[in-house]
């Protein structure tokens, strides 16, 4: 089979339906594919976003209920609460309503499909479909398809720095109105969290394989700790895990006609891994640069979407890449309350100049 389009996009997260509603809506041809059965399932996230991005959230089934603050809690017992406000969101539903939003706007979405080929020169790509292989060719490609591309891959491109994650989903004894995270050397190189969604929580935790391959002990203990606090109940409801690209933005988001966008291209934060609000923002970005190029031909469509993205996001990337470089070197001795105050962005610590 072959199919020809404007645009193609490669992952149905939120960046990559965020890209394709912004460029279907400009007249473009879209095919967005998703490796997925699902789009957004199994859930691989603490379904936080911040309140910028809330209308985002106002599909029905999405918004789960609002966030004041967080308690970030230090190793000494010790704990602070920040204002933080934000929306706990069903992510699967969060997801599919972008991508079903980018379909009324007359993308072409695909599932159950995994990009095995790519031929750059030739703007043309091979997909695994449920019905076969099938080769499509574009004129704009957007990769959207996380820390571990495939796009980034058949190009050769290094891989992204990341963490890995485990979490549960737990029932709740009573509703919580603030975020919870835990700094510890159990969690080296990251941290855990629980983040309330009604009458369950997300109940997690990261950390970097540079220092420890074992999640699931110390996040046991915790969820045992909090059963015997009375917060938690015993149940989990699901379990899951993943990648979080930690290492700042990629060295070139634009090859050719290529746009990565979100989790691909870098857009995480180093610190928190929170990456939603970047993810569906580069997305509306690139799917308007394809429009920009492809529609009214201008040449720099494409470098004027590269230097938005930096120009946007670097001194904040920046910073907290130099705050968790710095974090990596006190891991090796032990982290006391001081320096975890200066790594976590619940404190006014963290955004002083890193020496």
Same mark, same amino acid.
Request: aromatic residues 6%; hydrophobic residues 45%.
């Given at each position: 089979?072959?199919?020809?389009?404007?645009?193609?996009?490669?992952?149905?997260?939120?960046?990559?339906?965020?890209?394709?509603?912004?460029?279907?809506?400009?007249?473009?041809?879209?095919?967005?594919?998703?490796?997925?059965?699902?789009?957004?399932?199994?859930?691989?996230?603490?379904?936080?976003?911040?309140?910028?991005?809330?209308?985002?959230?106002?599909?029905?089934?999405?918004?789960? *209920?609002?966030?004041?603050?967080?308690?970030?809690?230090?190793?000494?017992?010790?704990?602070?609460?920040?204002?933080?406000?934000?929306?706990?969101?069903?992510?699967?539903?969060?997801?599919?309503?972008?991508?079903?939003?980018?379909?009324?706007?007359?993308?072409?979405?695909?599932?159950?499909?995994?990009?095995?080929?790519?031929? %750059?020169?030739?703007?043309?790509?091979?997909?695994?479909?449920?019905?076969?292989?099938?080769?499509?060719?574009?004129?704009?490609?957007?990769?959207?398809?996380?820390?571990?591309?495939?796009?980034?891959?058949?190009?050769?491109?290094? %891989?992204?720095?990341?963490?890995?994650?485990? *979490?549960?989903?737990?029932?709740?004894?009573?509703?919580?109105?603030?975020?919870?995270?835990?700094?510890?050397?159990?969690?080296?190189?990251?941290?855990?969290?629980?983040?309330?969604?009604?009458?369950?929580?997300?109940?997690?935790?990261?950390?970097?394989?540079?220092?420890?391959?074992?999640?699931?002990?110390?996040?046991?203990?915790?969820?045992?700790?909090?059963?015997?606090?009375?917060?938690?109940?015993?149940?989990?409801?699901?379990?899951?895990?993943?990648?979080?690209?930690?290492?700042?933005?990629?060295?070139?988001?634009?090859?050719?006609?290529?746009?990565?966008?979100?989790?691909?291209?870098?857009?995480?934060?180093?610190?928190?891994?929170?990456?939603?609000?970047?993810?569906?923002?580069?997305?509306?970005?690139?799917?308007?640069?394809?429009?920009?190029?492809?529609?009214?031909?201008?040449?720099?469509?494409?470098?004027?979407?590269?230097?938005?993205?930096?120009?946007?996001?670097?001194?904040?990337?920046?910073?907290?890449?130099?705050?968790?470089?710095?974090?990596?070197?006190?891991?090796?001795?032990?982290?006391?309350?001081?320096?975890?105050?200066?790594?976590?962005?619940?404190?006014?610590?963290?955004?002083?100049?890193?020496?």
């Amino acid at each position: 089979m072959l199919k020809q389009v404007d645009v193609l996009v490669v992952g149905l997260g939120p960046a990559g339906g965020a890209a394709a509603s912004a460029a279907a809506s400009a007249g473009l041809s879209v095919l967005a594919i998703e490796r997925k059965h699902q789009i957004g399932v199994p859930v691989q996230c603490a379904e936080f976003i911040p309140l910028p991005i809330g209308r985002y959230a106002q599909t029905a089934g999405v918004l789960q *209920q609002r966030i004041s603050g967080m308690t970030s809690h230090l190793p000494t017992g010790l704990n602070a609460t920040s204002a933080l406000p934000g929306l706990m969101v069903d992510r699967a539903a969060f997801d599919q309503a972008l991508a079903q939003q980018a379909v009324a706007q007359g993308a072409e979405l695909w599932g159950e499909c995994r990009l095995v080929r790519l031929d %750059a020169q030739r703007c043309c790509a091979v997909v695994n479909t449920p019905t076969g292989a099938t080769e499509i060719t574009y004129r704009l490609l957007i990769a959207a398809d996380g820390p571990h591309s495939s796009v980034a891959a058949s190009l050769n491109l290094p %891989a992204l720095e990341t963490v890995y994650s485990r *979490q549960y989903t737990v029932p709740l004894h009573k509703p919580l109105e603030n975020t919870e995270v835990w700094l510890s050397a159990d969690f080296p190189g990251g941290y855990a969290w629980l983040f309330p969604s009604g009458m369950r929580a997300n109940l997690g935790a990261g950390a970097d394989k540079r220092f420890t391959h074992d999640l699931k002990q110390p996040l046991d203990a915790l969820h045992h700790s909090l059963i015997e606090q009375g917060i938690v109940g015993a149940d989990i409801i699901s379990l899951t895990g993943g990648l979080i690209p930690v290492g700042g933005l990629r060295a070139e988001l634009v090859l050719g006609n290529i746009l990565f966008v979100g989790d691909a291209a870098g857009l995480t934060h180093p610190i928190t891994g929170a990456g939603i609000a970047a993810a569906v923002a580069s997305g509306e970005l690139a799917g308007e640069a394809a429009a920009h190029y492809l529609q009214e031909h201008q040449r720099e469509a494409l470098v004027d979407y590269e230097n938005e993205i930096r120009e946007r996001y670097t001194p904040s990337l920046q910073h907290a890449l130099a705050r968790r470089r710095q974090r990596d070197e006190d891991w090796q001795t032990g982290m006391n309350d001081a320096q975890h105050r200066q790594a976590w962005i619940a404190f006014p610590e963290y955004f002083e100049e890193v020496l």
